[in-house]
């Protein structure tokens, strides 16, 4: 019979080697526990970043993502950033670049973007074999469908150089698709807005920064004697950083400046009425354009953007204060006569208004126009009031 004690001293108690086996194993346990919990401080499972590998798993249901793989990726986000967080030395740094555009000082700046353009662009085959031209021109048109055909009319008159845009103030955006270039451009849609609401919220200086001259035209303009090619050579032959075609002298002519001369490609100076100019070198005698066919340079928009108020939408009092942005102002801005055009006065826009208190909707219109100018000159006279007093200087009496 054998000894019950023997017996338990066999399969009992562990040899040395499995005892040491055993302690090792609890160390490097605890160790890796330890490390695993540092290394997720501030980490949750619904904070974790997968990249898109693991986020078109969900697109595609053979990837073949699987649980070890997300642990994987769990485990390399946790510590970078533990890494981020580091303070050592010899850490790689985070990113950030100062000079970037704001809010997007911590990306490399090789891949920022800053700019953008209204290219249209295909949705398959290589990216760079998109575009078989790069126009280098803009122009817009603000258009009710009411004057289809005298856009249809104006739009042949500028060459595939130029990109078309066209903001719907009429909501009927896609009823002009059976003119062939109309598939071609832009269509902006919002009901009942002007031309310069729309310029402020469509036309950032990044966004068509790829353009040398920006047309933002009415939709009532007769086009028979103008070419825009043309129009752009007089342009840079004069230095005219903001112009305007002339005006047929018999029709919807407010301003001398904008009268057309016979006699002469291009004119920047004019006499007006007695006692309207105060400086032959000021509005409306010179630096001076109206707004209905007005045409910048790209760097005379980026400065004209900003001068755009977001609340004064019909632009009035912004004519006499496109001068603000370019130096000499009465050098570079003018009125092309050799290119003209034909203003048909049609108010369009002006019956897109509301009709109250027994006024027709054009009328209410027309007293909003008056009141922006009236708003939009004291907004100016006060900020240049403001900008001379925080610099110590005495202001002028106007310089509006």
């Avoid at 060459?159 to 845009?165: A, D, G, K, V």
Wanted: aromatic fraction near 12%; include cysteine.
């Amino acid at each position: 019979m054998a000894k019950p004690g023997g017996n338990l001293g066999r399969s009992g108690l562990m040899r040395p080697n499995e005892t040491m086996r055993l302690i090792f194993s609890a160390v490097i346990g605890v160790m890796l526990g330890y490390l695993f919990g540092i290394s997720f401080p501030t980490v949750s499972i619904t904070k974790l970043h997968f990249p898109s590998s693991i986020i078109s798993y969900i697109e595609d249901r053979n990837s073949g993502i699987t649980t070890q793989t997300l642990l994987n990726h769990a485990w390399s986000s946790a510590n970078n950033h533990k890494r981020n967080n580091s303070s050592d030395p010899n850490e790689i740094p985070k990113i950030y670049v100062p000079t970037n555009p704001r809010g997007a000082e911590m990306l490399p700046p090789g891949i920022v973007a800053s700019e953008s353009d209204f290219y249209l662009h295909r949705l398959w085959g290589e990216p760079t074999e998109d575009l078989t031209i790069r126009q280098k021109y803009l122009v817009t048109f603000t258009v009710g469908y009411g004057q289809k055909a005298n856009i249809d009319a104006a739009v042949k008159k500028f060459s595939e150089n130029f990109t078309i845009m066209l903001f719907h103030y009429d909501g009927r955006a896609s009823e002009w698709d059976d003119l062939e270039w109309s598939k071609r451009a832009i269509h902006v849609s919002a009901r009942k807005q002007t031309k310069w609401w729309y310029a402020k919220r469509f036309l950032h200086p990044d966004i068509i920064a790829p353009y040398d001259y920006v047309f933002i035209w009415d939709e009532d303009l007769g086009v028979e004697h103008f070419n825009a090619e043309e129009y752009i050579k007089l342009v840079r032959k004069h230095g005219l950083e903001i112009s305007q075609p002339g005006l047929e002298p018999n029709r919807g002519l407010t301003w001398q400046m904008t009268k057309r001369r016979g006699d002469r490609e291009v004119h920047k100076v004019t006499e007006e009425r007695p006692g309207w100019c105060s400086d032959p070198h000021l509005p409306p005698c010179a630096a001076f354009v109206e707004i209905m066919a007005t045409v910048f340079s790209r760097d005379a928009w980026r400065c004209v953007w900003h001068l755009i108020q977001n609340d004064l939408v019909h632009g009035w009092g912004l004519d006499f204060a496109l001068r603000k942005c370019v130096e000499p102002a009465h050098e570079k801005i003018g009125v092309v006569d050799a290119q003209w055009i034909v203003h048909q006065v049609v108010p369009s826009l002006g019956n897109q208004g509301h009709a109250e208190n027994g006024k027709a909707a054009w009328q209410g219109v027309r007293e909003r126009c008056r009141k922006e100018w009236s708003m939009f000159q004291t907004r100016l006279a006060d900020a240049e009031k403001q900008y001379y007093i925080e610099k110590g200087i005495t202001p002028p009496n106007s310089t509006v």
